[in-house]
């Protein structure tokens, strides 16, 4: 199997990696987290000139026709560089959900949009009660004539306060954990009825806990089938969390960088540490776990559009539990071996094993995965 990029895929990471250098060095993200937003409007402009934001979209929609290989570039980057944007929250998952589910008129009217920049989008999904299960839905969708009245809360909507428009999931039929009857609704984001508090988290990111109460929906945005929306919820879900392993790989990378750097600088008994064998065999192991995961990032991106979900879940799930086992061991090393500074809000180490920790946690940590990945009798059958 050819994993070498070809000539496009080679120019897009090029113009990526200039942008980030030029522009997302550590002191300027510091800079871009306190702006009113939490993130840098002027960077999402470059996104969409760069046609980053287009990217995923076919041409018909203002898109290029990208594909997983094409993200995992793009989200490398990102992971290297800490960006702040809600790049995985309007184009994979919003986008993503309108891409797969959508309309031919909705896909027409937003996907455009969300090319040129002009259109931010979240997803409101989590709940209190539901953790990890996409299909735990208690938020409710009463249907009133040719519309839909929802009701009920949903939590952790990444970039959801200053999103234009949010994705919910609400229940339309069945029981709370039923998989039938779940429907997905387009909500502008200031309609009556939507309330929405926002919050950093851990990592610097930004998201919400977004009630609904009363919030009329009409038939003109409703994603797909009203009561049949979980399977493209899913299956984009998926695909949003191979992005998230390119971007764990990413972070790793740096991790490991910045913590070879400094191994050949640190003196001790008036040595380098980098010289002590016993710290060349840490991060030699470090080196192993992330080439690891690498694996299983490439893996997750390949199976990303696989049509079988059963499969696709099977090979998701074991990336996610690589990629949460290597960013975990990465991430403690790199904050060991570094010392004190590794522990520090104005050295970069601490804040990438941050968001490697919570794109762990993200819709389902490793544990999870797994647990999930026995029941499927394993990755491959015996």
């Known amino acids: 199997m050819d994993f070498d990029l070809s000539e496009e895929q080679r120019l897009l990471k090029d113009s990526v990696d200039r942008l980030m250098a030029d522009r997302y060095g550590f002191e300027n993200r510091q800079r871009y987290a306190k702006e009113p937003e939490g993130w840098s409007r002027d960077l999402w402009s470059a996104y969409a000139e760069l046609g980053l934001l287009a990217l995923p979209f076919d041409e018909a929609h203002g898109g290029f026709g990208g594909g997983p290989v094409e993200t995992m570039t793009i989200m490398e ?179 490991l960088k910045l913590t070879v750097d400094y191994l050949k600088t640190r003196k001790q008994f008036n040595t380098t540490i980098g010289s002590f064998q016993v710290l060349q065999h840490r991060s030699s192991e470090m080196f192993i776990a992330l080439e690891q995961g690498r694996s299983m990032a490439m893996f997750a991106a390949m199976m990303a559009q696989e049509q079988n979900p059963e499969e696709r879940r099977k090979a998701i799930s074991a990336a996610k539990v690589q990629i949460g086992r290597s960013g975990r061991f990465v991430g403690q090393q790199a904050v060991q071996l570094h010392g004190g500074v590794g522990m520090t809000m104005e050295y970069k180490v601490g804040h990438l094993f941050k968001r490697v920790t919570m794109i762990d946690t993200l819709f389902g940590d490793a544990d999870h995965h797994l647990s999930n990945l026995a029941e499927a009798g394993g990755l491959m059958a015996a």
Do not use: W
């Open 77 to 255: 980057a990102f992971g290297r560089s800490l960006t702040l944007e809600p790049y995985l929250a309007t184009v994979i998952l919003g986008g993503g959900l309108l891409k797969q589910g959508g309309s031919e008129e909705q896909k027409a009217t937003y996907l455009p949009q969300i090319a040129s920049g002009d259109l931010r989008l979240a997803f409101g999904h989590t709940e209190r009660q539901s953790r990890y299960d996409l299909f735990h839905v208690g938020t409710s969708a009463q249907r009133d004539g040719g519309s839909f009245i929802l009701n009920g809360q949903k939590s952790v909507v990444l970039h959801g306060d200053s999103a234009d428009k949010i994705l919910v999931t609400a229940r339309v039929a069945g029981s709370r954990r039923d998989r039938d009857g779940i429907g997905l609704f387009l909500v502008d984001a200031n309609a009556p009825g939507v309330s929405r508090r926002g919050y950093p988290t851990q990592d610097g990111q930004r998201a919400a806990e977004v009630t609904l109460e009363s919030v009329r929906v009409d038939s003109g945005n409703v994603i797909g089938n009203p009561e049949g929306a979980l399977p493209v919820v899913e299956k984009v879900t998926d695909i949003a969390i191979a992005a998230l392993a390119a971007e764990a790989i990413g972070a790793m990378d740096e991790m």
